[in-house]
C-alpha cells in the first residue's frame, strides 16, 4: 500500500488529519455531550473513567463509513493485515478535576510531569481521536513518541507489563503486594509514566520527543495504541471536548 497513511503508521506510529466535523456531528453526539456536562466530579475506581459514553450503533456505522472514504481504515487493515471496522466510539469531555489520568499507583499523592505516558495492554488496534472543539496545549491534547511503535521489548517482561496493566492498578497495598511477589524482572507495567522522574534522562526525552498534537496540526489522529508509547487528556484549563474511535478486526 502506497498512502501516506499508512506510511506515516508504520513509520511513526501515528497520522493527523482533518475530517469534516458536520458529517459527524449528529443528535447522539449532542445527547451524550449534554449527559456529560451534567455529571458531578467524582473519583472513578480503576479502569474507569470521569466522562465517557459509548455512541449508539448508528454513530458507530456513520464514523467506520468516513473513516473508509478517509481511508484510515484501508491504512488499519494494511498495517495489522487483517480486515478491521469501526467497533466503538466513546464521546469524552476532559476537566481539570479529572482523576482517571492517576489511576496507576492511586492512592500516592505526588505526580511526576510524565505521569499518564503508557502503551495500551491490547495490541492489534488502532484507534482515533477526533477533536470537537479547539484543543491547544493546555486543555488536554493527545501525545505521541514517534516510532515508538517500532520498538523491540523482551517478549516475557512485555506480557508481564501488559498483565499488571490489565490486572491490577497498584492502586493500594494490597493490589501492589501481588505485584512485588513476582521476580524484580517481572514487576513491570506499561503504564510507566507516573515512575519516571522528573528532570531525569528519559523525560527530558520525551520532552524533546514527543509529538503533541493540538488543532493546528488537524482535528482527527489516528494511531496504534499497543504498541507505541502516547498520553492525552491531562487538562490543566477548560476542557477537552473529543471522540475516542477503536478499529478492530
Known amino acids: 500500500i502506497k498512502s501516506k497513511i499508512?506510511?506515516?503508521?508504520?513509520s511513526n506510529g501515528f497520522h493527523n488529519c482533518e475530517l469534516d466535523l458536520k458529517k459527524i456531528l449528529n443528535k447522539?453526539?449532542?445527547?451524550?455531550?449534554s449527559i456529560l456536562c451534567k455529571r458531578k466530579d467524582w473519583t472513578p475506581p480503576p479502569g474507569t473513567h470521569d466522562r465517557w459514553l459509548e455512541l449508539d450503533k448508528s454513530s458507530v456505522k456513520n464514523i467506520d463509513k468516513i473513516f473508509r472514504e478517509k481511508g484510515l481504515i484501508k491504512a488499519s487493515e494494511a498495517y495489522y493485515s487483517k480486515k478491521m471496522r469501526v467497533t466503538r466510539v466513546r464521546m469524552t469531555v476532559h476537566r481539570p478535576s479529572d482523576k482517571a489520568w492517576m489511576q496507576f499507583l492511586y492512592d500516592c499523592r505526588n505526580t511526576t510531569k510524565h505521569t499518564g505516558v503508557h502503551i495500551d495492554p491490547l495490541e492489534g488496534v488502532t484507534k482515533a481521536m477526533i477533536y470537537l472543539d479547539n484543543v491547544k496545549s493546555e486543555n488536554g491534547p493527545t501525545s505521541y513518541l514517534p516510532k515508538s511503535n517500532r520498538f523491540i521489548y523482551d517478549p516475557l517482561q512485555s506480557l508481564f507489563a501488559r498483565s499488571?496493566?490489565?490486572g491490577s492498578w497498584c492502586h493500594n497495598k494490597i493490589s501492589r503486594r501481588n505485584i512485588f511477589r513476582l521476580p524484580k524482572e517481572l514487576r513491570v507495567t506499561t503504564d510507566f509514566g507516573r515512575l519516571i522522574k522528573d528532570n531525569s534522562n528519559v523525560a527530558k526525552f520525551l520532552d524533546k520527543n514527543l509529538f503533541t498534537f493540538t488543532s493546528d496540526k488537524g482535528n482527527t489522529l489516528l494511531?496504534?495504541?499497543g504498541a507505541g508509547i502516547h498520553t492525552g487528556g491531562i487538562v490543566k484549563k477548560g476542557e477537552r471536548i473529543a471522540l475516542m474511535v477503536v478499529i478492530d478486526g
Request: glycine share 0%.
Open 28 to 33: 447522539d453526539i449532542e445527547k451524550k455531550y
Open 164 to 166: 499488571v496493566v490489565a
Open 6 to 10: 499508512f506510511k506515516d503508521l508504520y
Open 223 to 225: 494511531f496504534d495504541p
